[in-house]
T-cell receptor, first 111, second 111 residues
Framework: EAQVTQNPRYLITVTGKKLTVTCSQN?????MSWYRQDPGLGLRQIYY???????DKGDVPEGYKVSRKEKRNFPLILESPSPNQTSLYFC??????????FGSGTQLSVL | GQQVMQIPQYQHVQEGEDFTTYCNSS?????IQWYKQRPGGHPVFLIQ?????EVKKQKRLTFQFGEAKKNSSLHITATQTTDVGTYFC???????????FGKGTRLSVIA
């Protein structure tokens, strides 16, 4: 089944404790992206990747890192999480300019 | 940077009433996509519009792309409780540029 898999689904952590949210897709898509969703602000892009070893900043990249060492994986790294990074995070992928496939989301709480 | 404005932010309707959400871009788009996010779920692709003045229908949903390719709308006829959710438009400038999402319209349907 074609899908984008994110883990974990829920995460509670404390300020400053490094964490990684994993994202994997099985559709051989070149393009992958991370979004955060906050009430009233919609989906804001954090980082995206056009292909392996190519990453670019989105609209809200501060405090986040990503890597794209393999085509299928695109982890999101928070080196030193802060409470303002409490949010719902979505990973997505697509082929060319076709539709985006979204993961199920990761609800992150930073205390 | 490119912006996509979406209105209204919220809409409450009685079951059976019609519903419309509108998107406007500050720049001409190459295409626009629409997504639906059910409560607690992730965004799911509905449709893509590419041509100027294009109109597409999916059962009770009608999607339009403006002649200038700067605006779009989604109209639902005779809403049902299954239509509840947040509807997002997402515009793309062209080439391999990222999709820019509107903030979404949250639809509530009162039975």
């Amino acid at each position: 089944e074609a899908q984008v898999t994110q883990n974990p689904r829920y995460l509670i952590t404390v300020t400053g404790k490094k964490l990684t949210v994993t994202c994997s897709q099985n559709m051989n898509h070149e393009y992958m992206s991370w979004y955060r969703q906050d009430p009233g602000l919609g989906l804001r892009q954090i980082y995206y990747s056009m292909n392996v070893e190519v990453t670019d900043k989105g609209d809200v990249p501060e405090g986040y890192k990503v890597s794209r060492k393999e085509k299928r994986n695109f982890p999101l790294i928070l080196e030193s999480p802060s409470p303002n990074q409490t949010s719902l995070y979505f990973c997505a992928s697509r082929r060319g300019n076709e539709k985006l496939f979204f993961g199920s989301g990761t609800q992150l709480s930073v205390l | 940077g490119q912006q996509v404005m979406q209105i209204p932010q919220y809409q409450h309707v009685q079951e059976g009433e019609d519903f419309t959400t509108y998107c406007n871009s500050s720049t001409t788009l190459s295409n626009i996509q629409w997504y639906k996010q059910r409560p607690g779920g992730h965004p799911v692709f509905l449709i893509q519009l590419v041509k100027s003045g294009e109109v597409k229908k999916q059962k009770r949903l009608t999607f339009q792309f403006g002649e200038a390719k700067k605006n779009s709308s989604l109209h639902i006829t005779a809403t049902q409780t299954t239509d509840v959710g947040t509807y997002f438009c997402a515009g793309q400038l062209g080439g391999n540029t990222p999709l820019v999402f509107g903030k979404g319209t949250r639809l509530s349907v009162i039975a």
